[in-house]
C-alpha cells in the first residue's frame, strides 16, 4: 500500500521560504514519476512541478526560477524548495505519485504566505 505524507508547510511572509516534505512508503520514490500539486477553495487543483523517473523537471511558469523540485532516494522523500514566496502561492499543496500504473496523493499540507 503507497503512503505518502506531506510536511513543511505553515504561515511563513511575503519573500520568505518553506521547503515541503512528502514522505513515501510501499513505493520507491526515485524511479517514479512525482509531483506536486496545489489547491485553492472553489479553484481546481493545479500542478507546481513534478519530476519524471528520469530526473526530468516541469515547472509551473508561475513558480518557475522560484521552486524546485527534488528527491532523496535514501529517504524516500520528495521535495519542494520554494523561495521568493508571494501571497498567490497560498495554497494546500499535494504530493503525487505514479506508481505501477496507479496514481495516489497525500492529503496535503497547508502553506499561507501573508502579504
Known amino acids: 500500500q503507497v503512503r505518502l505524507v506531506e510536511s513543511g508547510g505553515g504561515l511563513v511572509q511575503s519573500g520568505g521560504s518553506l521547503r515541503l516534505s512528502c514522505a513515501a512508503s510501499?513505493?520507491?520514490?526515485?524511479?517514479?514519476?512525482m509531483g506536486w500539486y496545489r489547491q485553492t477553495p472553489g479553484q481546481e487543483r493545479e500542478l507546481v512541478a513534478n519530476?519524471?523517473?528520469?530526473?526530468?523537471?516541469n515547472y509551473a511558469d508561475s513558480v518557475k526560477g522560484r521552486f524546485t523540485i527534488s528527491r532523496d532516494h535514501r529517504r524516500n522523500s520528495l521535495y519542494l524548495q520554494m523561495d521568493s514566496l508571494k501571497s498567490e502561492d497560498t495554497a494546500r499543496y499535494f504530493c503525487?505519485?505514479?506508481?505501477?500504473?496507479?496514481?495516489?496523493w497525500g492529503r496535503g499540507t497547508q502553506v499561507t504566505v501573508s502579504s
Open positions: 503525487t505519485q505514479r506508481w505501477k500504473g496507479n496514481d495516489f
Open positions: 519530476v519524471s523517473g528520469g530526473g526530468a523537471t
Open positions: 510501499g513505493s520507491i520514490v526515485s524511479i517514479s514519476n
